[in-house]
C-alpha cells in the first residue's frame, strides 16, 4: 500500500549542461499532473506526462525541471539581429501603449534567448529525452520509495484501528445477549409496580419481548461488519492502488454501525456505536492519503 504524498529529486549531467528533476506529490481523487519545464523541452511534455501516468496512479503531482547549461568550450555566440530588432519594436510599443518610461539596453536584449545562441547545433527531441529520462526516472523512483514507506505507516496505523474496531464490534455482541434479558426483567418489574400484585397476561409480555428482541437483533449487521472488518486488512496487504476499494469497504462498515446504532435499544451499545464510529471517521482520514 503506498501513500499518495511524497518528494524525489534527481539529476544527470550531459555535455549540453545539467537537468535537475525535483517531483512532488499530494493527495488527490485521481491522477492530477502539472510541470515546469525549460523552454527547450516544451516539445517533450507529452513523453513526461505520458511517463508519470504509467507509474502514478493517483495524486497532485507537480514536477519542475530546471536545465543549466555547461560552459562553451568555443567563445563563438550566433547574435540574431533580426530577433533583437522585433523585441526591441515590440518592447517599446509595449511602453508607449501602457505609458512606460525606461531605457531598453543592449543587455536586456542579450538576455533573451532567442537573441544569443551557443555556436553548438540544435538538439533534437530523441537526444533531449535520452538526456532528460534518465533524471525524470530517478526522481519518479525515490518519489514512490517515499509514497511507500509512508504507506507502511498508514497501514499500520489503520490495522491498529481496525482491531479497536472489532474489540467494540465483540463488545457490542456480548452485550446485544444481555439487552433482550435486562428488557424483559424491566418491563416485568414495572408492570408489577403499576398494578399492585394484581395478575397480568405473562403471554403478552413475552409477546412484546420478542417483538423487541427481533426490532432490535443486530446479528447479521454485526456478522457483516466483522466480513467488511477482515476485507479491510487483507486489502491493507496489497502492493497494488487500493485507496478507492479502501474507501468503499469504510463506507460499508459505516452503514452496519448506524444501523446497529438505531437498532439499539441499549445505552451502552449506543456508546459503543459512537466509538466505532469515531474510529472509522479518524481511519477515513487516513483512506483520503493513500494511492
Known sequence: ?????????AEVKTKEGVYSVEVSAVNNRFLEVSFRTPRHLTALEGKIRAMLQKSLERGKVNLLVNFERAHSNSNEA??????????LKQIRAFQRKHKIGGEVTVADLLSIPEVVRGSQNETSDVDLWKALSPALEKAVERLKTMREREGKRLAKDMAGRIKIILAGVKSIEKKSGKVMAEYRQR???????LLGGVEFDKRRLEE??????EKSDVCEEITRLKSHLREFSDALKSTKPIGKRLNFILQEMNREVNTIGSK???????SEVIQLKEEIERIREQVQNVE
Open 208 to 213: 412484546e419481548v420478542a417483538l423487541l428482541a
Open 1 to 9: 500500500m503506498n501513500s499518495m504524498t511524497g518528494f524525489g529529486r
Open 78 to 87: 550566433l547574435f540574431n539581429e533580426n530577433a533583437a530588432v522585433a523585441y
Open 187 to 193: 418491563l416485568e418489574q414495572r408492570l408489577e409496580d
Open 264 to 270: 439499539s435499544a441499549s445505552g451502552l451499545i449506543s
